[in-house]
């Protein structure tokens, strides 16, 4: 029996149709995917079914009746819960009190507090209602937004990319949730661009592009390849390396500790490696185990020991971000809005931010605008960033075409050694591609190039050799070749392999 139908559903913005006539449904009971590339409407329908967003035009209904929430309190009395891809969890308060402030009228702290015991227990996602969520792992902090859900006994939970943050062990878990619901008769809505994925938990797909459903499969059935290449409708080119020789090394970190500046963050402790010319390494680790700390000590907007990091033979433990930016030592930070780019600004001023010194887009105090904007037509164009021009503001971007531009602005600076985290974080398997094949690249060059990532398919491919960070501690690099992604998901769990 069919629970929700889409007729028609349109909605358009200045300069763009977000959603052009979607018309598909969910029967009960079902695990059905929502696919499409960065920008192909996905977020903007989900929005429309939770309430957020109003449709322009068509309707939908909701077990036999007309159903046109006005606002997401009306969504989820009517049976609809979603699980968002950026938790809205309060750091300094405890589980009971992060699900109390989610429900309508919360029960007794007492009596909430049991209940989460039970949800917690029913469906294998043990949870403590006393500990403070600051203090919780990612995959924790994930359970508790699924419960806040759980306590509402949806009809429909939509799960937007819910796996980006989880070891291998925790997706597991997550999945045997998921199909225990299936089976108890709840309607699970599945954005995810882990097409694997898709096709070990999915019945069935709707497939968007450019706004319009362009088609629906049943994954099983599918390749992981087939489905990437229904949601860009081109054939898709796996990246490839060409064959390099290491060369010296370009940054070697020496016994580098720093203490988090975040309270709930992760302290670094003796940090060791060298990265090599023509290097790709990989650094793999559950969110939350010192990724951002690193990424700001190797950056310079946090210092450390003047010995603690070398970057071709000079200590620059001690300089900050611009002095390592001239000398060749390039980032893009995981938060693309408001770290890597300034979300009003427009796409020109955002390639000045980074680009300044290297390009010589300024003279004496004086901003060459021109050159500015050539630089970041140039980005746009080698990396296939979809916006109307070079004045649209940063946040105007979707999610993927703004990390293609921000990895394409570092890259294309050529730089002796790149950091990138999250380099694929949210994006859809055509930039994807594109971005891994512009790292390999960089490398084949040359340069040397660390990627953190918790997408472990994505280091498999890319890295020649790979760390894991655990609560701070980085393990030896080793060569990437013959290691399994469960061994590697164990080590992220803090288990020596």
Not at 49 to 68: H, R
Not at 186 to 215: D, Q
Not at 251 to 259: D, F, G, P
Request: charged share 25%; net charge negative.
């Amino acid at each position: 029996m069919t629970l929700i139908t889409l007729n028609g559903l349109t909605k358009a913005y200045p300069g763009v149709i977000a959603n052009d006539d979607v018309s598909f449904d969910i029967d009960k009971g079902e695990v059905h995917a929502l696919l499409g590339e960065n920008g192909a409407g996905k977020s903007t329908l989900v929005k429309m079914i939770y309430g957020l967003v109003k449709p322009d035009s068509g309707q939908m209904t909701f077990n036999g009746e007309i159903f046109a929430p006005a606002e997401p309190r009306a969504a989820r009395i009517a049976g609809v819960a979603m699980v968002f891809q950026h938790f809205s969890l309060f750091e300094a308060l405890n589980v009971a009190e992060n699900i109390a402030l989610g429900m309508e009228n919360p029960p007794k702290p007492n009596v909430l507090s049991e209940q989460i015991r039970n949800v917690s227990t029913k469906y294998g996602l043990t949870l403590d209602p006393d500990r403070l969520v600051g203090d919780l792992s990612v995959g924790e902090r994930q359970r508790v937004e699924i419960i806040r859900c759980l306590l509402q006994d949806p009809k429909l939970l939509i799960m937007d990319e819910p796996t980006s943050v989880l070891t291998p062990q925790e997706v597991d878990v997550l999945f045997t949730t998921l199909r225990r619901l299936r089976d108890e008769g709840t309607s699970i809505l599945y954005i995810s661009h882990k097409l694997e994925e898709i096709k070990a938990l999915c019945e069935r797909a709707t497939i968007l592009r450019h706004g319009k459903v362009v088609g629906t499969c049943v994954p099983k059935d599918e390749t992981a390849k087939s489905m990437a290449e229904m949601m860009v409708g081109a054939k898709l080119k796996t990246p490839k390396k060409s064959a390099t020789k290491f060369g010296a090394p370009l940054l070697v970190v020496e016994n580098m500790s720093q203490k988090s500046i975040d309270p709930f963050g992760t302290s670094l402790k003796n940090i060791t490696f060298n990265l090599r010319a023509g290097e790709v390494m990989g650094v793999a680790g559950v969110a939350g185990n010192g990724q951002d700390e690193l990424m700001l000590a190797l950056s310079g907007e946090t210092l450390t020991d003047a010995e603690s990091v070398k970057l071709e033979g000079a200590f620059m433990g001690q300089s900050g971000p611009v002095e390592r930016r001239l000398r060749g030592l390039l980032t893009a930070p995981e938060e693309r809005l408001g770290h890597a780019a300034a979300p009003d600004m427009s796409l020109t001023e955002n390639t000045l931010l980074s680009g300044f010194q290297r390009q010589k887009l300024g003279r004496r105090g004086f901003v060459n605008k021109a050159g500015a904007a050539a630089f970041a037509q140039k980005i746009i164009e080698e990396f296939d960033v979809r916006t109307p021009s070079v004045r649209n503001t940063a946040k105007s971007l979707s999610g993927g075409n703004l990390q293609k531009f921000v990895v394409g602005r570092e890259v294309l600076q050529n730089p002796t050694v790149f950091i990138v985290n999250q380099p694929t974080w949210g994006v859809d398997a055509a930039a994807a591609a594109s971005i891994r094949q512009a790292l390999l690249e960089l490398a084949s060059g040359g340069a040397g190039v660390l990627v953190i990532s918790q997408d472990l398919d994505e280091l498999m491919e890319i890295s020649d050799t790979f760390a894991v960070l655990s609560e701070g501690n980085m393990s030896t690099p080793r060569p990437a070749k013959g290691v399994t992604v469960e061994e590697i998901g164990l080590m992220m769990g803090g288990t020596k392999v």
